[in-house]
C-alpha cells in the first residue's frame, strides 16, 4: 500500500457534556451519569458507566427512568453555556500542538501532525492528551490516521482503549481494527448508505475498504467512494482549518408549560434576543434581517393550530441588543394572536456580517450609537466577569415561566466567582 505522506489525528473528548459536569463535581466521578437535551427530552451524554448498564444515546427519558432510579443514575439537564466555555478552553489548548487545525465539534478536532516523524506520534498523541487533561480536566482520545476517514476509525477503536490513543500509520494490524468497525460506524456512512451496503454484503470498514472501486463508482454517489478511497489511505478529504464565520443565528425554545399571554410570549423573545445579540458581538458580527417566529405545538390540539414569522430589514446594520429588542417585540405583537396556547417561540438572525467601521453614517450620532456600543460592551464584560445574566434588560423578565424544563440543572457557571468550588480546610 502506498501511503501519502499526510498525518492526521482527531482527538475526541470522552463523554463531553458528562466529562464537563464531573469537572465542578468530584463526588460523580465514578457513577453512572446522564446529560438530557432541552426540556429534560431524550439522552444526549453518558458516562462509561451509564452506557454498561444499557442506557442508549437519544433515548427519551421516561423509557429509561427506570434503570435511572434502581441504579442511582446522576442525571443532569443541559447548561450548554458550561460546554461551549470548557469547548473553547479544550481548543485553544489543543492549538498550540498543531497550527493546523479543523474544529469539527464541540468536543472534536482534526489536527494535522504531518510534520511530526512517523515513530514520535504514539508519544505526541499521549502528550496531547496529557496536557488537555492537567489543563482542562477533559479525558480524550485520540487516532492517527493517513486520512481524516481513518483518523476517526482509529479514533473509534481508541475510545475502547485504555491508553486512548491508537496509531494507524504505525501498526500493522489495521485491516483487524477496521474489521471490528461496523459499516454504519465509518465517518461519512449514513442510514440509508448502511442499508444498501448491508443489503450487499458490505459490513465491516473493512469490506468497504475491499470492495472493488468500479463497484462502489457504479452504486453510490461521489461520498461514497470518497469514503472507500480514504479507507485505503487515499486523502481524498483535506483539513478545513479555517472557522467560517456563521452567517445566521437562531435561539429558540420550547417552553416548559404552554403560554398564552403577550408579555409572557415578550419575556420570552427579549431573552432570545439578548442572548443572540450577545453571540453576534461576540463573533464582532452585525445583522441585517431580523425574524421572529411563534408557533402551538403541531401535535395538541391540531384543531387550533397556529404558526407565523414574520421578517424585517434593518435600515442599518447592528448588534445593539435594545435596538434588536425594539424590533423583535415590534414583530412579535404583529404576529400574536390571542387564544392559542404557544409551545415554542423564537428568533434568526440572518445576513450577518462583520463589523466594519465605515457601516456608521450620518445618523449615528443622533442614534447616540458611540454611547450605546458602550454600554453594549460594559454589559458583555460584566457577564463574562460576574456571571451569565448579571446584566440584563428587565424586559426579559425575572421569573421566567416560561423558560423550558430543567429539573436537574447543575447550576455551574463558569464566569461565576460565587460559583467557584471552596476548599475547606
Ligand atoms: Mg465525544
Given at each position: 500500500m502506498l501511503y501519502s505522506k499526510k498525518k492526521f489525528a482527531l482527538v475526541?473528548?470522552?463523554?463531553?457534556?458528562?466529562?464537563?459536569?464531573?469537572?465542578?463535581?468530584?463526588?460523580?466521578?465514578?457513577?453512572?451519569?446522564?446529560?438530557?437535551?432541552?426540556?429534560?427530552?431524550?439522552?444526549?451524554?453518558?458516562?462509561?458507566?451509564?452506557?454498561?448498564?444499557?442506557?442508549?444515546?437519544?433515548?427519551?427519558?421516561?423509557?429509561?427512568?427506570?434503570?435511572?432510579?434502581?441504579?442511582?443514575?446522576?442525571?443532569?439537564?443541559t447548561n450548554f453555556a458550561l460546554y461551549g466555555d470548557i469547548s473553547r478552553r479544550v481548543m485553544k489548548t489543543l492549538k498550540q500542538f498543531s497550527p493546523q487545525m479543523e474544529v469539527y465539534s464541540i468536543d472534536e478536532a482534526f489536527l494535522d501532525l504531518s510534520s511530526i516523524k512517523n515513530e514520535n506520534l504514539l508519544e505526541h498523541a499521549y502528550k496531547i492528551r496529557k496536557t488537555i487533561l492537567k489543563w482542562t480536566g477533559i479525558p480524550t482520545s485520540i487516532g492517527i490516521a493517513t486520512t481524516k476517514t481513518l483518523s476517526k476509525a482509529a479514533n473509534y477503536i481508541a475510545k475502547k482503549e485504555k491508553s486512548g490513543v491508537i496509531d494507524f500509520i504505525n501498526s500493522k494490524q489495521v485491516d483487524n481494527f477496521l474489521l471490528e468497525?461496523?459499516?454504519?460506524?465509518?465517518?461519512?456512512?449514513?442510514?440509508?448508505l448502511t442499508k444498501f451496503y448491508i443489503k450487499n454484503g458490505i459490513n465491516t470498514a473493512y469490506d468497504l475498504k475491499k470492495i472493488h472501486n468500479s463497484w462502489i463508482k457504479k452504486n453510490t454517489n461521489v461520498f461514497g467512494s470518497r469514503t472507500a478511497m480514504e479507507l485505503r489511505g487515499f486523502p481524498c478529504i483535506s483539513l478545513e482549518p479555517h472557522e467560517e464565520k456563521r452567517k445566521n443565528c437562531c435561539v429558540s425554545r420550547s417552553f416548559g408549560?404552554?403560554?398564552?399571554?403577550?408579555?409572557?410570549?415578550?419575556?420570552?423573545?427579549?431573552?432570545?434576543?439578548?442572548?443572540?445579540?450577545?453571540?453576534?458581538?461576540?463573533?464582532?458580527?452585525?445583522?441585517?434581517?431580523?425574524?421572529?417566529?411563534?408557533?402551538?405545538?403541531?401535535?395538541?390540539?391540531?384543531?387550533?393550530?397556529?404558526?407565523?414569522?414574520?421578517s424585517i430589514d434593518l435600515a442599518i446594520k447592528t448588534n445593539d441588543s435594545i435596538e434588536?429588542?425594539?424590533?423583535?417585540?415590534?414583530?412579535?405583537?404583529?404576529?400574536?394572536?390571542?387564544?392559542?396556547?404557544?409551545?415554542?417561540?423564537?428568533?434568526?438572525?440572518?445576513?450577518?456580517?462583520?463589523?466594519?467601521?465605515?457601516?456608521?453614517?450620518?445618523?449615528s450620532k443622533i442614534r447616540n450609537e458611540i454611547k450605546r456600543e458602550k454600554l453594549m460592551k460594559a454589559i458583555d464584560?460584566?457577564?463574562?466577569?460576574?456571571?451569565?445574566?448579571?446584566?440584563?434588560?428587565?424586559?426579559?423578565?425575572l421569573k421566567k415561566i416560561w423558560s423550558g424544563k430543567k429539573q436537574h440543572y447543575s447550576k455551574i457557571d463558569t464566569a461565576s466567582f460565587r460559583l467557584l468550588p471552596t476548599v475547606r480546610i
Amino acid at each position: 500500500m502506498l501511503y501519502s505522506k499526510k498525518k492526521f489525528a482527531l482527538v475526541d473528548c470522552n463523554s463531553f457534556y458528562v466529562s464537563c459536569e464531573r469537572l465542578f463535581n468530584p463526588s460523580i466521578l465514578k457513577k453512572p451519569v446522564v446529560v438530557l437535551s432541552n426540556n429534560d427530552g431524550c439522552v444526549i451524554s453518558r458516562s462509561a458507566e451509564a452506557k454498561n448498564l444499557g442506557i442508549k444515546m437519544g433515548e427519551p427519558y421516561f423509557k429509561v427512568a427506570k434503570i435511572v432510579k434502581k441504579n442511582d443514575v446522576k442525571i443532569f439537564s443541559t447548561n450548554f453555556a458550561l460546554y461551549g466555555d470548557i469547548s473553547r478552553r479544550v481548543m485553544k489548548t489543543l492549538k498550540q500542538f498543531s497550527p493546523q487545525m479543523e474544529v469539527y465539534s464541540i468536543d472534536e478536532a482534526f489536527l494535522d501532525l504531518s510534520s511530526i516523524k512517523n515513530e514520535n506520534l504514539l508519544e505526541h498523541a499521549y502528550k496531547i492528551r496529557k496536557t488537555i487533561l492537567k489543563w482542562t480536566g477533559i479525558p480524550t482520545s485520540i487516532g492517527i490516521a493517513t486520512t481524516k476517514t481513518l483518523s476517526k476509525a482509529a479514533n473509534y477503536i481508541a475510545k475502547k482503549e485504555k491508553s486512548g490513543v491508537i496509531d494507524f500509520i504505525n501498526s500493522k494490524q489495521v485491516d483487524n481494527f477496521l474489521l471490528e468497525i461496523e459499516i454504519n460506524n465509518v465517518w461519512g456512512v449514513g442510514r440509508q448508505l448502511t442499508k444498501f451496503y448491508i443489503k450487499n454484503g458490505i459490513n465491516t470498514a473493512y469490506d468497504l475498504k475491499k470492495i472493488h472501486n468500479s463497484w462502489i463508482k457504479k452504486n453510490t454517489n461521489v461520498f461514497g467512494s470518497r469514503t472507500a478511497m480514504e479507507l485505503r489511505g487515499f486523502p481524498c478529504i483535506s483539513l478545513e482549518p479555517h472557522e467560517e464565520k456563521r452567517k445566521n443565528c437562531c435561539v429558540s425554545r420550547s417552553f416548559g408549560k404552554k403560554v398564552t399571554k403577550l408579555e409572557e410570549l415578550s419575556e420570552a423573545i427579549t431573552a432570545h434576543s439578548l442572548n443572540a445579540a450577545e453571540k453576534i458581538r461576540l463573533d464582532k458580527q452585525t445583522v441585517k434581517k431580523i425574524t421572529v417566529f411563534i408557533r402551538t405545538s403541531p401535535f395538541v390540539d391540531k384543531k387550533n393550530y397556529y404558526a407565523n414569522s414574520k421578517s424585517i430589514d434593518l435600515a442599518i446594520k447592528t448588534n445593539d441588543s435594545i435596538e434588536l429588542i425594539k424590533q423583535a417585540l415590534f414583530i412579535l405583537k404583529n404576529i400574536y394572536r390571542k387564544g392559542y396556547k404557544y409551545q415554542k417561540a423564537g428568533i434568526i438572525l440572518s445576513g450577518l456580517e462583520d463589523v466594519n467601521s465605515y457601516d456608521k453614517n450620518l445618523f449615528s450620532k443622533i442614534r447616540n450609537e458611540i454611547k450605546r456600543e458602550k454600554l453594549m460592551k460594559a454589559i458583555d464584560y460584566a457577564n463574562a466577569r460576574y456571571g451569565r445574566n448579571s446584566l440584563s434588560i428587565a424586559q426579559a423578565g425575572l421569573k421566567k415561566i416560561w423558560s423550558g424544563k430543567k429539573q436537574h440543572y447543575s447550576k455551574i457557571d463558569t464566569a461565576s466567582f460565587r460559583l467557584l468550588p471552596t476548599v475547606r480546610i
